[in-house]
């Protein structure tokens, strides 16, 4: 099993369905608020943490090499 830090990859190119909290915060990026880190993303198909091929939904399992992978 692959042990990952605690950082999301806030640059890298993702999933159109991948899904997060902080997707929905209407606020100013404030630079002196850290990221919250929580790790917590889900699959807009299928509203699960889970994708439609029933592998885990974050933004690291979330690639093109996976057949429901949608570009931006």
Known sequence: MLEY???ALIE???CD???CK???VD???D???PHAEDRLFWCHQTQQCVGPDGKIADDRECTAERGCYKTR
Do not use: I
Request: glycine share 12%.
């Open 12 to 14: 890298a190119e993702r």
């Open 17 to 19: 369905h991948l899904r």
């Open 31 to 33: 630079p002196s608020v």
């Open 22 to 24: 902080g997707m929905y």
């Open 27 to 29: 606020a100013v990026w």
């Open 5 to 7: 830090s605690g950082l």
